[in-house]
């Protein structure tokens, strides 16, 4: 299965990725809010003021005049104050060092926010010089309290930041959700294509094998079909050719048992190791390996090929014994097939990490090209060469079955013109 991260650890990922993007976005538009409002509301008091200044510097009679909110002040140019629409003359200090009053005195419009004593508010000042015959006759000061825009902008942020924390946890659950969601139905999905892709291999492998043990089947068969008629039509009456082809027929009703025996062992293995029924027992390995060695005797004498067995006389394995010895009785029939005459075939046991038996010869070898294939059903390297010598192509599958029902591999390592050695590896402890 491809690997996939952790499903929690993806969820919240794209979650907080999602909330800080809308973080970011908020405050974003906090601070550019802030500046725009600020920015537009001081321009337009100023205007507004500015407006009001360029009234009242020509307008003589303030006093009669309510001015709400405005507060207007008139200072000499020596910075007396000779007229405040909020506050008593004889408690207003010199104003010549204000800096807005400066500006005047200097022949600019001066713009000052500061906080008011007198008033206890921010305000906003703008004073505008007037002249009279070409010199400073007094100096017009309007101002206003810009408490009320940091009154309205914080109830903006107020508004905007429940507004944002709202948007937060909205946005926050549905992503939250649709993630869950989303990521729930591409696992399933994934899952489902694992399966699917893993049900039509099984279904290949299927239909591969049943096409596989049909044409193992039928070659013996028509072969027995064939010599049996050839004996209706006649030949029995040759004794000499009657013996002749009822020894072909037993031989291919041999075969035929021994491929039949060989699925059943394969299917009976399978099934025990999917099942894990497989009962193991500990005992000592070698007495197995030894009767391994007996079965094949009279086949290796055939070709004087002896057979050498290193085994650590006290190792103890836990196993399923007859399965263990038909495992390597079918390495070493193969190791004594394709062994010369006179050479030697060895059963070596080796113990480090795990428990390795190696059935080593010194036949012609296998092709490297061949070696991926070998374990599979019915793989041989020469077909006709492998039948002829009773195989059934199924010996090394056999094998393999057995050492993966062990809990255990299977390997091989085979140099051409040198020999070859296949090794069942077993775990020491089975889990
Ligand atoms: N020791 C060996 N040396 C060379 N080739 C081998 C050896 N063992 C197995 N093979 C190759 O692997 C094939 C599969 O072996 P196996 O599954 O035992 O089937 P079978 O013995 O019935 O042919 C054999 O046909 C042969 O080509
Ligand atoms: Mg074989």
Same mark, same amino acid.
């Given at each position: 299965m491809v690997p996939n991260p952790p499903k929690k650890t993806r969820i919240w990922t794209i979650f907080f990725t999602q909330l800080i993007i809308i973080v970011v976005t908020i405050i974003a538009v906090i601070l550019m809010a802030n500046q725009s409002f600020k920015s537009f509301y001081i321009d337009r008091t100023t205007n507004e003021l500015r407006s009001v200044a360029q009234l009242i510097?020509?307008?003589? %009679?303030?006093?009669?005049h309510s001015f709400g909110r405005l507060r207007i002040t008139i200072i000499a140019p020596?910075?007396?104050?000779? !007229? @405040?629409?909020?506050?008593f003359l004889e408690n207003m200090e010199n104003h010549l060092h204000r800096p807005e009053v400066q500006s005047a005195i200097n022949g600019q419009e001066g713009i000052q926010t500061r906080y008011s004593d007198t008033l206890k508010e921010t305000m906003l000042y703008l004073t505008a010089p007037v002249y009279q015959d070409g010199t400073l006759a007094k100096i017009v000061r309007v101002s206003v309290p810009i408490t009320d825009i940091h009154k309205v902008l914080n109830r903006f942020y107020f508004n905007l930041s429940i507004g944002g924390l709202l948007i937060v946890i909205l946005s926050g659950s549905v992503t939250f959700f649709m993630s869950r969601r989303m990521i729930d139905a591409l696992q399933r999905r994934h899952e489902n294509e694992v399966l699917v892709s893993k049900l039509k291999k099984l279904e290949k492998m299927r239909k591969e094998f049943v096409g596989n043990v049909s044409h193992e089947l039928r070659t013996p068969i028509t072969l027995i079909k064939g010599f049996i008629e050839t004996l209706q039509d006649?030949?029995?009456?040759n004794p000499a050719d009657s013996k002749k082809f009822l020894g072909i027929i037993h031989t291919h009703s041999e075969r035929l048992t021994g491929i039949i025996d060989d699925l059943l062992t394969l299917s009976k293995i399978e099934m025990e190791e999917d099942n894990t029924t497989l009962e193991l027992i500990e005992v000592k390995l070698k007495p197995v390996l030894a009767r391994a060695i007996q079965i094949c005797t009279p086949k290796a004498s055939e070709k004087n090929v002896s057979l050498h067995l290193t085994c650590s006389a006290d190792l103890k394995i836990r196993m399923a014994p007859p399965l263990i010895e038909q495992a390597v009785v079918n390495l070493i029939d193969n190791a004594i097939k394709f062994s010369p005459k006179n050479s030697t075939v060895s059963c070596i046991v080796a113990q480090e990490k795990s428990i390795t038996i190696e059935v080593k010869d010194t036949g012609a070898g296998i092709e490297s090209e061949h070696l991926p294939r070998l !374990? %599979? *059903? !019915?793989? *041989?390297? @020469?077909n006709a060469r492998s039948r002829n010598q009773?195989?059934?192509?199924?010996g090394l599958a056999i094998v393999k079955h057995i050492a993966q029902a062990h809990g255990g591999s299977v390997r091989v390592k085979s140099t051409v013109g040198l020999g070859s050695s296949f090794f069942i590896e077993l775990p020491l402890q089975r889990i």
């Open positions: 510097s020509h307008s003589t %009679q303030l006093e009669s020596n910075g007396v104050v000779t !007229f @405040d629409s909020a506050e006649g030949a029995s009456e !374990f %599979q *059903r !019915f793989y *041989r390297v @020469d009773g195989g059934t192509g199924l």
